[in-house]
């Protein structure tokens, strides 16, 4: 879905501070790089990646930054298509066991040391098990070899149906070897400063600033941008201003917020494009190692005292609709039979009989329990969301303590020290559920990011998802998925809030922006095609 917008008068007013730093830089109708001619494009971000390697992170904001010098084995298109990258083709045995990749040669990392099959080894062997979203693939490899310096086998021990799907630079950049080998690859300094092969070259991370240029030896051809600049604006509105004012060129759609839809409404120098990735999730999780969040029953309760309907209108109803169940509208794997609006429609007397049974009266000031609340503010919508739990569950006698965190601060606090009681989040759905979906509730003992935090595990749930990985056909697959959502619908791990589709938003004047838009994942951009 493409929306280009006529212009219309009174933009909310820009922050001068933020708009005279952005000038300097120069989008690509102001400024360009030095006397060659050479478009400058820049890119507005919300806050400040956790690093630049995808490897060791799913933070959205390194992929936005990180996957334009940083390349997987191949890539996915918006067509669920999965297209050649590193791998300039593949074979796959008969038994689905063992995967042969033909490495493109004559490549080389930034630093001009040669592109291997080593660096692709090493990044299995060393680099795989270190990832949030590795566990799948390295419990079911077997082993990998590299017979010659362009051929790398990889064996499973069973099939998995989406593999494929997870070698892209979304979740298995390839690092490289000479520069990590022998270190902490967690403290590397190549996480800040990264050496890549793809389309453009790390230059200076200062500040809120972070500058590349054009891979000119690029295996695809140099890129017709010659340098990108990524500038965090935390603030919506100043974000927005910069787009129209042409201060900057492009908003991912992982940082675009009701806010931002609506101050480029009717602004035909601006498109907004949406359609490209699997559905995001508005996701709450609930810590179940604190009463009473781990009493399934109190889960009920507190969706059912959620008006999600409210939360779409005050969020974006163009781009976001109530969540349905735990798996998104409109995906192959979904199971049309269960319905949360019908299941745990908002419902503020049904919720608070429920809490009733569950032990939980209300006390003689009105209140039965409190309950924490944590979230990202820079995150779309969450803000808003924020606002109506508070008022929702207080209309049932349950308190809630909400605190806005930076990016960071609430990964570290989720992940790491699981101090939260409930935490609001965006999620990927991704283009199966093996990696998007998966994550969210299967047992996760040794604290990966963005997977699972909330103490819940459920080995019934996680064999279900694991039979499904391996299962070959779509349809059986299905089957398999329908038995997990309907142990999830009962247990309510967490919460799917909204499903969103937010859009990216680009100036109109670059040519190209449809296949630049190509790739099925947020951070996954083709550079090669965007034209001044």
């Given at each position: ?136 693939l390295t419990s079911t490899i077997a082993s990998v070899a590299a017979p010659d310096d362009a051929t790398v086998v990889v064996t499973l021990k ?24 022998g270190t902490d690859l967690l403290t590397n300094p190549n996480n800040r400063a990264p050496v890549g092969t793809g389309p453009f070259v790390f ?147 049904a919720a608070a009989a429920l809490l009733d049974q569950a032990g939980y009266p209300e006390q003689g000031d009105g209140t039965r329990f409190s ?162």
């Amino acid at each position: 879905m493409t929306i280009t917008f006529a212009r219309r008068a009174g933009i909310v007013p820009a922050i001068a501070a933020a708009a005279l730093f952005l000038a300097s830089c120069g989008g690509s109708g102001t400024e360009s790089t030095g006397g060659d001619g050479e478009t400058t494009f820049v890119t507005g971000l919300a806050s400040q990646p956790e690093m630049l390697v995808r490897s060791f992170t799913s933070d959205a904001l390194t992929a936005t930054v990180g996957l334009a010098v940083g390349e997987g084995l191949v890539r996915t298109t918006k067509d669920k298509e999965v297209v050649p990258a590193l791998a300039e083709s593949w074979d796959i045995s008969d038994d689905g066991l063992s995967y042969t990749f033909h490495l493109r040669q004559g490549v080389t990392w930034h630093d001009g040391e040669p592109f291997t099959s080593a660096d692709v080894l090493f990044s299995f062997q060393e680099v795989l098990p270190l990832s949030p979203t590795g566990a799948v693939l390295t419990s079911t490899i077997a082993s990998v070899a590299a017979p010659d310096d362009a051929t790398v086998v990889v064996t499973l021990k069973q099939p998995l149906a989406p593999l494929l799907l997870a070698l892209g630079p979304q979740d298995f950049s390839i690092q490289p070897e000479h520069i990590y080998a022998g270190t902490d690859l967690l403290t590397n300094p190549n996480n800040r400063a990264p050496v890549g092969t793809g389309p453009f070259v790390f230059d200076s991370w200062s500040g809120d600033t972070i500058t590349l240029t054009a891979n000119e030896d690029y295996w695809d051809g140099a890129p017709a941008i010659g340098r990108l600049i990524y500038k965090v604006i935390p603030d919506s509105n100043s974000r927005a201003n910069a787009l129209v004012n042409g201060e900057i060129d492009y908003i991912n759609k992982f940082d675009v917020d009701d806010t931002i839809v609506k101050a480029l409404e009717g602004n035909d120098e601006i498109t907004l494009q949406n359609g490209r990735v699997s559905a995001t999730f508005m996701t709450m999780w609930l810590n179940q190692n604190e009463e009473p969040l781990n009493d399934p029953e109190v889960r009920k309760a507190l969706y059912l005292a959620l008006d999600r309907e409210l939360m779409s209108k005050s969020a974006d109803p163009e781009f976001t609709e109530p969540a349905a169940g735990s798996f998104p509208t409109g995906l192959w794997a979904t199971d049309t039979g269960i319905d949360y609006l019908d299941e745990y429609g908002y419902d503020p007397d049904a919720a608070a009989a429920l809490l009733d049974q569950a032990g939980y009266p209300e006390q003689g000031d009105g209140t039965r329990f409190s309950v924490r609340l944590r979230y990202v503010a820079t995150q779309p919508y969450t803000q808003a969301l924020a606002a109506i739990i508070t008022d929702n569950w207080r209309a049932i006698g349950v308190e809630t303590e909400p605190t806005q965190d930076e990016a960071t601060v609430n990964s570290d606090a989720l992940f790491a020290q699981q101090d939260f009681g409930t935490n609001l989040l965006s999620l990927d759905t991704r283009p199966d559920p093996e990696f998007g979906i998966g994550r969210v509730y299967k047992c996760n003992p040794d604290k990966l990011a963005f997977n699972n935090p909330t103490g819940y595990c459920n080995e019934e749930l996680d064999a279900l998802f694991a039979e499904a990985a391996r299962t070959q056909d779509q349809a059986a697959r299905a089957e398999i998925y329908a038995q997990a959502q309907e142990i999830i619908a009962a247990d309510l791990p967490a919460l799917t809030l909204l499903q969103a589709d937010q859009p990216d938003a680009i100036r109109s004047s670059f040519g190209g922006i449809d296949e630049f838009l190509s790739g099925a994942l947020s951070g996954d951009l083709t550079w090669s095609a965007l034209e001044p």
